[in-house]
T-cell receptor, first 115, second 115 residues
Framework: ETGVTQTPRHLVMGMTNKKSLKCEQH?????MYWYKQSAKKPLELMFVYSLEERVENNSVPSRFSPECPNSSHLFLHLHTLQPEDSALYLC??????????????FGEGSWLTVV | DAKTTQPNSMESNEEEPVHLPCNHS???????IHWYRQLPSQGPEYVIH???SNVNNRMASLAIAEDRKSSTLILHRATLRDAAVYYCILRDVRSSGGSNYKLTFGKGTLLTVNP
């Protein structure tokens, strides 16, 4: 139990569907992240939110739409995805602006399969 | 970001110590050395981090070379639960542009622990 909870753990969706991934953190952090991990590839940073403002969009296609309504919740809205978007999507959180090399805590991930 | 180099895989026996090496010859003076690990079907988890001095915690020890161009993660007694991919990551904690939040993952070292 890392304090970062992701739902659903597994999702299968068609290319024309609209779905959302949800992340909730119980650590009192003020920064949240979405990472993508495809098979046999390193983790890739997708989005970063600090104090509910998006501070990074790492050239992610618009079919992925993040939302951060408050510092404890982060969503990733998905629509018209492609099969190559099938991957493990990881949410993470941390304290923003800590210059001592602060730790990032990850959830267990949501396995997404696009058919 | 400064780059790290790790062996693709290593093997150990249960109850024996494991030394996981990492080379980072282009490390800058403001880079912290972080280690994370990712167990099968889970998100990454923080292991340890350090700047110049050796560090110990309940999970592992981090030995940093005097010139900081390499480091070694030490698991004192490997267990089957330690089988994972271990990532050595440099984080520049200067606050310029807020870039200190980034964790850039490489391929890591796959550690196999034999019973």
């Amino acid at each position: 139990e890392t304090g970062v909870t992701q739902t659903p753990r597994h999702l299968v969706m068609g290319m024309t569907n609209k779905k959302s991934l949800k992340c909730e953190q119980h650590l009192g952090h003020n920064a949240m992240y979405w990472y993508k991990q495809s098979a046999k590839k390193p983790l890739e940073l997708m989005f970063v939110y600090s104090l509910e403002e998006r501070v990074e969009n790492n050239s992610v296609p618009s079919r992925f739409s993040p939302e951060c309504p408050n510092s404890s919740h982060l969503f990733l809205h998905l629509h018209t995805l492609q099969p190559e978007d099938s991957a493990l999507y990881l949410c993470a959180s941390s304290r923003w602006g800590d210059s001592s090399g602060n730790t990032i805590y990850f959830g267990e991930g949501s396995w997404l399969t696009v058919v | 970001d400064a780059k790290t180099t790790q062996p693709n895989s290593m093997e150990s026996n249960e109850e024996e110590p494991v030394h996981l090496p990492c080379n980072h010859s282009t490390i800058s003076g403001t880079d912290y050395i972080h280690w994370y690990r990712q167990l099968p079907s889970q998100g990454p988890e923080y292991v340890i981090h350090g700047l110049t001095s050796n560090v110990n915690n309940r999970m592992a020890s981090l030995a940093i070379a005097e010139d900081r161009k390499s480091s070694t993660l030490i698991l004192h007694r490997a267990t089957l639960r330690d089988a994972a991919v271990y990532y050595c990551i440099l984080r520049d904690v200067r606050s310029s542009g807020g870039s200190n939040y980034k964790l850039t993952f490489g391929k890591g070292t796959l550690l196999t622990v034999n019973p």
